[in-house]
Each structure stands twice: as structure tokens, then as C-alpha cells.
């Protein structure tokens, strides 16, 4: 028996914006991703790879189509459940961080499990910053740390749910290339061992060729004769 993907879009369409500012930014995206792999979203500024990445998170939502992600149909729910299955099942990194100021590196990466109400927030979240080479730093707020360390505060934070879906928007865009290899490095040492889908938007392409697969999005569709495995070979990926 064929293993479901961990995201599944059909013909998903998505208009932002009023009146005679609205933009139709996904037009009719089909794209399947199959579990445990890692892909890249790659393409011009906006051509809403950006935009189809939130689709995927349950960040926004489509006008039209059907969208599926770990095996839930995102459309039909409320905006509470939706953020419960958020909390459980998907971990988002930006590239701005987006870290709380006010609280320290272990609250940062407690907040969701405390949402979801786990007894063991502080301890798993202890555990994870420790693994991300950060036990040193539990008490520390973002503006005392680095930028480096900030963002790996949001890989500890992403991955404390022990999500099955993986999402990162630029993770690098705001890091030096050293430290920007070391989150890189990170984001798929998690991604193997815990055979986490990883999906991530990125403007580098060498970070793209790391990934077991390469999608090219162009004026909100998915780019078919650019669309396959990050060594070239042919996907196919309907649009």
C-alpha cells in the first residue's frame, strides 16, 4: 500500500488584497510532497513561493482548492482547530526569528508546548536548546544573543512539538554564511533523524541543491520544466 504524501494541494488558488489592489497570487498549484523528504521552493521575488509555503503551514488560506497536510484537510477547519493542528504538527522557522523580546530563550521555545498544555514544557524545551548548542543560553533573551543564536533559538522552538511537517521561509536570508551553514546544518541533521517533511523558500541555490527536490514557482505556478529533484531529475509536478 502507497504511503499518503505529507502535503497534498489540488488546483489551490489565492487572491490577496481589496478591490482594484487584489493580486490572484497562487493560480491552480497541484503539487504532492511525499513524506520524510526535504524540498526547495526557488524563484523570482514575488512569485508567491513565499504565499504557497503559508498555504502549506495553515498560515493562509485558499480561496479555492483542496489542501492537505499530515493527513488533514485544512479547508474545512475552524480557526482554533486549525491552530491546534498548527501547535502539534507543524514547525515554522522566518527569517526574522520572530522570537518574543520579553521572554528568554526557554520561554520562547516552551510557548507552544505550554499552548498545547504539556506538564513537561520547560524540560523539553531545555532539552532541545541543548541540542541545538544552546544549553548554555537558556536565560538569555534575543536581544542578548546573536542573530545566529536567535534563529537557532526558532530551530529549537520548531522542532520542540516534534512536528511532522517542517516549514522555513528563508531561514538564512538575515545570517552571515557561515552561521547561515550552520542553521542549514541543523534544519537537516533534524530532518533525517527524525524523518521530519522538510519545506523551505530560498533564495540561495546552493541551499536548494541540498534538498532531495527542487520546485520552481513563476507568476504563482509551479514552473513544470524546473520542477524535480535538486540533481535534475524529472518530477512530475502539474500546474
Known amino acids: 500500500m502507497t504511503e499518503s504524501p505529507a502535503i497534498t494541494l489540488k488546483n489551490v488558488h489565492l487572491t490577496l488584497g481589496e478591490g482594484a489592489g487584489r493580486v490572484h497570487i497562487l493560480k491552480g498549484i497541484d503539487l504532492e510532497i511525499e513524506k520524510g523528504s526535504s524540498v526547495g521552493l526557488v524563484g523570482p521575488s514575488g512569485s508567491g513561493k513565499s504565499t504557497l509555503l503559508m498555504v502549506m503551514a495553515g498560515l493562509e488560506r485558499a480561496d479555492e482548492g483542496t489542501v492537505i497536510v499530515a493527513g488533514s484537510e485544512l479547508g474545512p477547519l475552524s480557526e482554533y482547530r486549525l491552530a491546534r493542528f498548527r501547535g502539534s504538527n507543524v514547525g515554522i522557522i522566518f527569517q526574522s526569528f520572530h522570537l518574543v523580546p520579553n521572554m528568554t530563550a526557554l520561554e520562547n521555545v516552551a510557548v507552544p508546548l505550554e499552548l498545547a498544555g ?50 522555513a521561509d528563508e531561514p538564512t536570508g538575515n545570517l552571515d554564511e557561515t552561521t547561515g551553514g550552520q542553521i542549514v546544518e541543523l534544519m537537516f541533521s533534524a530532518q533525517r533523524e527524525r524523518k521530519t517533511t522538510l519545506v ?40
Open 118 to 167: 504539556d506538564g513537561k514544557a520547560f524540560e523539553k524545551a531545555e532539552a532541545e536548546l541543548t541540542a541545538v548548542g544552546l544549553g548554555h543560553r537558556l536565560h538569555h533573551y534575543p536581544a542578548q544573543m546573536s542573530g545566529g543564536e536567535q534563529q537557532r533559538v526558532a530551530v529549537a522552538r520548531a522542532l520542540v512539538v516534534e512536528p511532522e511537517i517542517l516549514i
Open 200 to 239: 523551505l523558500v530560498t533564495h540561495d541555490p546552493a541551499l536548494a541543491a541540498q534538498c532531495d527536490r527542487m520546485i520552481r514557482v513563476r507568476s504563482g505556478e509551479i514552473d513544470d520544466a524546473n520542477a524535480g529533484s535538486a540533481a535534475g531529475r524529472e518530477q512530475e509536478v502539474s500546474a
